[in-house]
């Protein structure tokens, strides 16, 4: 099946640029709701996957072993800016388990924050794996690694904290994954349908709390986790910040790398999952915003939605050149 | 006619995202050599046609009446880093007319040259108009405004030089433009067809020294000033100037805003214009790469062409996880 249109740029009353995209919404019992494109695309869930790469961290014990927080938890699902906030909380969530920088394998890049940016540049200091987006998940893994006791490379594919990955992976998504790209933070990203991966936000979103298994229990507490820290998942201006405080806790949502979002709605039992085709991060926020305005979750009028469903770009002198938006069919 | 895959992003074996896009190929005489999509397309060609908005510069004597040199010409063709190279030359162009930063109205950005951007950072500077990667283009106006002693707002479409912008436009596209849109300088960015975009682009290719108009000796004087200073048309590890100086002065190339980019083939007296549907300039770039090699301008080996027919991504910690490449029918 095609993709459709999900998104598109408008300047000066012409449409310039248009996104192509694929989306689907299951529902509590794996069945879907509704699709747009091809729900059957094998992709790469990339960071839109992170609550699922945490679930062996909360179920094995080794969260409440480490005495983690919910914002703790929240910050194993984040993809965040590298502010001071975030990279103090991974730093003493390390120096809480007796480890330091040197034990993360996520490597180091320039914060997205632009005051510790800055402060970086400033005082001549290189930014560390703390800063890096992926430092919460990385965190999470080495936890779970002290728990289960294995070796320092924990984003080899065929170590435990990976394997037990793979296994939660493909529980959920109800899926054999056909094999992993490796993830800009260096651990393997495994692929899937983009209904196998709304059908696990499903799984979250019907997970309670006091369900029959652990991994239920831990989707259960990773989903409110995310949607009770929404600063932790990602930071300032960013959208999974905003459009999940828009939504005061009720839903969950992550974005990932390459187009893709994922949402778990858990009063309604949905799981949502988007790819777009081309990747861009513009077109998905547009698109999940589209998808949960529809959903009846998020209120088109707050400035949070606006920000994403009428994403005005102002040029250098302050003016308005152009627009990102929804595509008009898209969700319909 | 619909758009065609133009390059597409790989990672762990699998295609991770897909883009499309319009291309065509156009000769002297005005004839499309060679199309993919739908060359009918209406578009914005943003930065992509610098060099027609810096004709009415150099075929008013604006140019020579001020003294420019061949690096200000392709420095008035430029979508530049905002390296200290630019500013200066900037700064000393506007100086050269007895004007200053104030008379400029592209607004400032933080530059993309990243010595530059920490330069400013570490003494608590502003970035300054000189900054924008448009300012060489706004010098140009300025330029021919001096020389027409029009007001100070260039940048309104009614403006004698924004005028005299669209009446070149229109000739060497061969197309009465449709109307405009507010690019990020606050310029007026005047829409064609993508085909239009070639066709003027095929015009530049065929123009002579000794050329009948004016016009013609201005198109000359503007390619071979861009292909002569690659480094005032772009700068460090930019597609631009890296190309061109794999192409050794024999080609002239320009990338715009939203995934547009063109080409100048004097020897082969071709014109090339190519739109990414979705505004990717990881998409263009390969696209406009393979183009150039297609066409035996551009040696698949070099380094500066492997870079965009297989732009490899490392992480942060250096490892390979992607790469982007044309799609496998493209060119052809």
Known sequence: MNAVPVAELW????????????AVIVDGAGQVVQAWGDPGLT????????????LPLVESGAA??????SSQLALSCASHQGAALHRQAVGNWLEGLGLGESDLRCGAHEPYDLAERNRLIK????????????????????????????GSEYV?????????????????????????????????????????????????????????????????????????HPMMVAGEGRACTELMQAMAGKV?????????????????GLGIALKVVDGASRASEAAIAGLLVKLGVLEAG???????????????????????????????
Do not use: W
Request: aromatic share 6%.
């Open 156 to 228: 080899e594919p065929d170590h435990p904290v990976q394997k037990a990955v793979r296994e939660a992976f493909e529980d959920v998504t109800g899926e054999v994954s056909p094999g992993f790209g490796i993830d800009g933070c260096s651990a393997p990203n495994f692929a899937t349908s983009l209904v196998g991966l709304a059908r696990s936000m499903a799984y979250f979103a019907k997970a309670r709390e006091d369900g029959p298994s652990a991994r239920e229990k831990a989707a259960y507490r990773l989903t409110r986790a995310m949607a009770a």
């Open 11 to 22: 300047r000066g009353g012409r449409l310039e640029s248009a996104h192509l995209g694929h």
């Open 64 to 69: 409440d072993r480490a005495g983690l927080t």
């Open 43 to 54: 992709i790469y869930p990339r960071s839109a996957c992170k609550m699922i790469q945490a």
């Open 302 to 332: 707050h400035p949070a939605a606006q920000k994403r469903l009428n994403a005005v770009q102002r040029n250098c002198r302050g003016i308005e050149a152009a627009f990102v938006r929804p595509a008009a069919d898209f969700p319909g």
């Open 252 to 268: 969950s949502i992550k974005t990932g790398a390459e187009g893709v979002f994922t949402a778990i709605l858990p009063e309604q």
């Open 123 to 150: 005082t001549d200091e290189s930014p560390c794996q703390y800063h890096n987006n992926c430092s919460g998940k990385h965190a999470g893994f080495v936890t779970l690694n002290q728990h289960l006791g294995g």
